[in-house]
C-alpha cells in the first residue's frame, strides 16, 4: 500500500509530465489501493490520464480503460462536465487507432455522455 508520500511524488511527477503513461498509471494504481480503499473518482481519471489522451491513442486507450475500471468498481460512469470537449473530440479521434476492446471502452465513454458513434 502506497503512503500519503508516495502519492504525492507521483502526483508531483504527473504534474511535471502530464502526458507519461507509465507515471500515469503508476498513479492510478497508487490511488486505488490509498488506505486499502479505492477513492478515485471521475474526475480523477480526467486528472491522471487526460493529457496523455490528448496527445495520442495509447493515451485515448489508457483514458478508457481507466474509467471502465472505476465504473466496474464504483458504479461512477462518464460525466460530460468531467471530460469536456477537447477531450471527448480527442477519443473520437483516437478511435481508428484503438484495439477492438478499446474502441469498444471509448464507445461506452461516448453513449454515457449521449454522443453516439
Not at 489501493?33 to 486499502?36: D, L, Q, V, W
Not at 460530460?80 to 470537449?85: I, V
Given at each position: 500500500?502506497?503512503?500519503?508520500a ?17 507515471i ?8 486505488g489501493?490509498?488506505?486499502?480503499r479505492d477513492?478515485r ?24 480503460r ?5 465504473f466496474?468498481m ?5 460525466r ?6 477537447e477531450l ?8 481508428p487507432?484503438?484495439s477492438?476492446?478499446?474502441q469498444s471502452?471509448?464507445?461506452w465513454?461516448?453513449?454515457?455522455l449521449?454522443?453516439?458513434?
Open positions: 500500500m502506497p503512503t500519503t508516495q502519492i504525492d511524488a507521483l502526483r508531483e511527477s504527473l504534474t511535471r509530465d502530464p502526458a507519461n503513461l507509465e500515469a498509471s503508476r498513479y492510478w494504481a497508487a490511488l489501493s490509498s488506505n486499502g477513492l473518482s471521475g474526475r480523477d481519471v480526467v486528472e491522471t490520464f487526460g493529457a496523455a489522451a490528448l496527445k495520442d491513442s495509447g493515451g485515448a486507450g489508457a483514458f478508457a481507466a474509467y471502465r475500471e472505476l466496474e464504483s458504479g461512477e460512469s462518464p460530460a462536465e468531467f471530460l469536456g470537449e471527448t473530440e480527442a477519443l473520437k479521434s483516437a478511435l487507432q484503438l477492438d476492446q478499446d471502452t471509448v464507445r465513454i461516448l453513449r454515457s449521449g454522443i453516439s458513434r
